[in-house]
């Protein structure tokens, strides 16, 4: 019912920056509300920003003040634009949205609140 491709990856130097995008297909009242996560190999995936109905944005601790999520609703592209990257920065980035807004668990950023994901973008940011 809903597809998401993200593009935008790629490696960069300590301090760049890049902008990733995810274009959504399919119901557009199940795109109210998307995320960026993140994960590397022998983790869970991180949940990194989202974004609500009414443009109210989350962030996770790490991120503040250099990643800023965006949505163009009218495109129906959900961007995701990094700034200062750090090495730990590095991880697939995925791009998710969920049916409903409202939910009970009490945070934004939970993955199984999500019910549609893109299959990632990779980010390498080294030294």
């Known amino acids: 019912q809903v597809q998401l491709v993200e593009s935008g990856g790629g490696s960069v130097q300590a301090g760049g920056s890049l902008r990733l995008s995810c274009a959504a297909s399919?119901?557009?009242?199940?795109?109210?509300?998307m995320a960026w996560f993140r994960q590397v190999p022998g983790k869970e995936r991180e949940g990194v920003t989202s974004?609500?109905?009414?443009?109210?944005?989350t962030y996770a601790d790490s991120v503040k003040g250099r990643f800023t999520i965006s949505k163009d609703n009218a495109k129906n592209v959900l961007s995701l634009q990094m700034n200062s990257l750090k090495p730990e920065d590095t991880a697939m980035y995925y791009c998710?949205?969920?049916?409903?807004?409202?939910?009970?668990?009490?945070?934004?950023?939970?993955?199984?609140?999500?019910?549609?994901w893109g299959l990632g973008t990779l980010v390498t940011v080294s030294s």
């Open positions: 998710a949205s969920r049916r409903y807004c409202l939910v009970s668990s009490g945070s934004d950023l939970v993955e199984a609140d999500y019910n549609y």
């Open positions: 974004i609500d109905h009414s443009g109210r944005t």
């Open positions: 399919g119901r557009l009242d199940y795109t109210s509300c």
